[in-house]
């Protein structure tokens, strides 16, 4: 049996010890606290993130995609921030995709044991005809998922490029993959709950990777969305502001 309790993410969080005795704003007042040390620990892996974006758009500029991996809170960042690219940058719904342990069932409600599944991974990978061409970010905040880790083993062996992130430091993932993202955010301040801290981390360096490829590749003029597709009433009024912006 692993021993959980050694991960940082698994770590028990002083400052917040005694919540359960707060009043409502002690209470929010602690979690944002908490909060305010996510964007710091991102900052410091910056150079690992800016080396996977560039990596992703040499991928993209030869026809290849960018995949998500992950189980759980990872895994469903992973499928939200995929699912954004096309509405947002005109792409194919091929070219960004988020796969989950336990299929699209999992983003809904948790299917247990999924995550522990080494093979799967594999399994779903050569479902959608991953290949040397494509890239795989392997997401698990603890680093040690066994789903993600096989996934980022399958990709390998087929000579594709691995990016890793996670939030624990010489995680199992960081050591296995090409470019490891580790944006350290210590103990959460509900213990172990890492759809808070490591969540909200995950969720930057994905905006991050998707976003910096995309305006690298000509989807944004500027600091607008000039590929956006017009899928409801908000987004044809921005097209339009966009167009009159950019005559």
């Keep these: 049996m692993e021993n959980f309790s050694a991960l940082t ?22 979690i944002n606290d908490e909060d305010k040390k996510v964007a710091e620990a991102v900052e410091k892996v910056l150079p690992e993130v800016a080396r996977a974006v560039d990596a992703i758009t040499e991928s993209f500029s030869r026809g290849g995609r960018l995949f998500y991996i992950g189980a759980g809170t990872s ?9 954004e690219c096309p509405p947002t940058f005109g792409v194919e719904p ?16 948790a299917v247990e044991g999924a995550e522990d599944n080494f093979n799967l991974a594999a399994e779903n990978l050569t479902e959608k005809n991953f290949c040397a061409a494509d890239i795989l970010v392997g997401i698990t905040a603890s680093g040690r998922t066994p789903y993600v880790l ?29 470019i490891a993202i580790t944006p350290v955010t210590g103990a959460e301040a509900l213990t ?16 991050m990777l998707t976003t910096a490829a995309m305006i690298k590749i000509g989807k944004v003029r500027g600091n607008l969305m000039v590929c956006v597709q017009a899928t409801n009433d908000k ?11 950019i005559k």
């Design 235 to 245: 987004l044809r009024d921005r097209i339009k502001r966009i167009n009159e912006m």
């Design 9 to 30: 993410t698994e770590k028990v969080n002083p400052a917040t010890a005694h919540i359960d005795e707060c009043t409502t704003l002690e209470m929010v007042k602690l």
């Design 94 to 109: 091929d070219m960004v995709q988020g796969l989950i342990a336990g299929g699209a069932g999992a983003l809904i409600k």
């Design 150 to 178: 096989g996934g980022v083993e399958f990709a390998k062996k087929l000579g594709a490029l691995t990016v890793g992130v996670s939030c624990v430091e010489n995680s199992a993932l960081a050591k296995v993959v090409d």
């Design 192 to 207: 172990g709950s890492t759809r808070m801290k490591a969540g909200t981390a995950t969720k930057m360096v994905l905006n």
């Design 75 to 83: 895994g469903r960042l992973g499928v939200l921030d995929a699912s």
